[in-house]
């Protein structure tokens, strides 16, 4: 079965850390365009950061950067986002998406490009 396949989220206090991860079955992430994206309650869905296959290129949200870090582990077929100096403002549901051999706009994956959706993972930061 084609589908990507998160996990990590939870609750943590601000300040605090998370892993996010965004494993690939029936095929191979590095021909894929990887992004993250976020959904805030009552909010539209937002871009996060964006890894482009074809060049390595990472970019991030003004929100995130210096905070977040997307990586991908070839070898275990699974993108990650780091999320460090969590804020309140960072909860949300947290979404991958993949897109063969597409571009990232900036730190957006364009969504008319995405082959595969995650099923998303319940991040909240509170005190």
């Known amino acids: 079965q084609l589908q990507l396949v998160e996990s990590g989220g939870g609750l943590v206090q601000p300040g605090g850390s998370l892993r996010l991860s965004c494993a690939a079955s029936?095929?191979?992430?590095?021909?894929?365009?990887i992004g993250w994206f976020r959904q805030a309650p009552g909010k539209e869905r937002e871009g996060v950061s964006c890894?482009?296959?074809?060049?390595?290129?990472?970019n991030y949200a003004d929100s995130v950067k210096g905070r977040f870090t997307i990586s991908r582990d070839n070898a275990k077929n699974t993108v990650y986002l780091q999320m460090n100096s969590l804020k309140p403002e960072d909860t949300g549901v947290y979404y991958c998406?993949?897109?063969?051999?597409?571009?990232?706009?900036?730190?957006?994956?364009?969504?008319?490009?995405?082959?595969?959706w995650g099923q998303g993972t319940q991040v909240s930061v509170s005190s």
């Open positions: 998406a993949a897109g063969y051999w597409a571009y990232c706009k900036g730190y957006v994956l364009d969504q008319s490009v995405i082959n595969y």
């Open positions: 029936g095929f191979t992430l590095d021909t894929y365009a």
């Open positions: 890894f482009s296959s074809s060049d390595g290129s990472r």
